[in-house]
């Protein structure tokens, strides 16, 4: 039994969202089980196929079995709680060698004044070269900017596009001295500018919104100069800012949404069919969708005997 996932692809101005989409094997549920703890299996209530179900019971009960899953179900099917206190003989203790990982952002506390220097003279940045940290560095920013032709939904729909996430990587990379690959968006976020319907001029002299860009971001091993620099970005210094409206400039941000506003009505392409998919992969039936609509994505279905 296949998943697809994601279960729709946006389409809008010819850009689909997300570009593809994938078959894979459905994961297991985790069964209610009478004594088990809060969450039966420790990997969560969603279980991967090939993964295994380490089983969880309450205080003073201990599992008779872990479980196995595969494409949807767990071999055995289930597992049963014990007493702990009965006579039957306990299983030998396992030596435990997983360690459990914290997702813990790391983000640099900076309670002293930081220094306004954007580019410091005698410093030439070599970031195919620089000694890098372990130690990620988040950081994030806002930015106003003249958008013609998109309202606020569809700039909301498309910021989590290649449209809106390309040129912010490209422009954020720029900006910090770093390969386009050091940066990661975690997320991004649009609202209108204050006073609510104020407008500016786009750069080909049309009427436009003015919009608020809020972006989240990862460097995962940063140089040593990157954290400064993440620092001026979120307090907002005017070096920082100069900084980042050239790089959004070279990175042609504000192009990139003005080529999908003019292209709005295009229809988009659909994507080949990934493993585990017919031939014509959107439950609508059609080889494209039409801008503004979606495409369900499917799988193979198990066949009925």
Request: aromatic share 6%; glycine share 6%; hydrophobic share 40%.
């Amino acid at each position: 039994i296949f998943e697809a996932e994601p279960a729709i692809l946006h389409c809008y101005g010819g850009v689909l969202t997300p570009p593809t989409f994938a078959c894979s094997p459905m994961p297991c549920t985790t069964p209610w089980i009478e004594n088990a703890g809060a969450v039966p299996c420790a990997e969560g209530f969603k279980v991967q196929s090939g993964s295994k179900c380490t089983a969880q019971c309450a205080t003073g009960f201990r599992p008779s079995a872990n479980l196995f899953c595969m494409a949807g179900s767990f071999d055995p099917p289930r597992f049963t709680c014990i007493d702990a206190r009965t006579t039957s003989p306990a299983p030998s203790e396992e030596k435990m060698s997983a360690i459990i990982a914290s997702a813990v952002s790391h983000t640099s506390e900076n309670n002293g004044a930081v220094v306004d220097a954007w580019f410091p003279e005698n410093v030439i940045y070599q970031p195919q070269e620089a000694p890098r940290s372990d130690v990620s560095v988040n950081g994030s920013f806002s930015f106003e900017s003249a958008v013609a032709g998109l309202d606020l939904a569809e700039l909301t729909l498309l910021s989590s596009t290649s449209v809106v996430q390309q040129p912010l990587q490209r422009a954020v990379a720029e900006a910090l001295d770093l390969l386009v690959s050091d940066v990661e968006l975690l997320a991004v976020a649009v609202k209108s500018s204050l006073p609510s319907g104020r407008r500016l001029k786009s750069r080909r002299g049309m009427a436009a919104h003015a919009m608020v860009f809020l972006v989240a971001f990862r460097v995962a091993r940063p140089p040593a100069w990157v954290e400064s620099r993440v620092a001026a970005l979120r307090l907002g210094l005017d070096s920082a800012r100069a900084g980042l409206a050239s790089s959004l400039t070279k990175a042609n941000f504000v192009e990139s949404l003005e080529e999908v506003a003019a292209n709005r009505d295009r229809s988009c392409s659909l994507p080949p069919a990934p493993f585990g998919s017919p031939l014509v992969p959107c439950k609508q039936g059609q080889p494209t969708t039409a801008s503004g609509s979606e495409c369900s994505t499917r799988c193979f279905e198990p066949k009925v005997a």
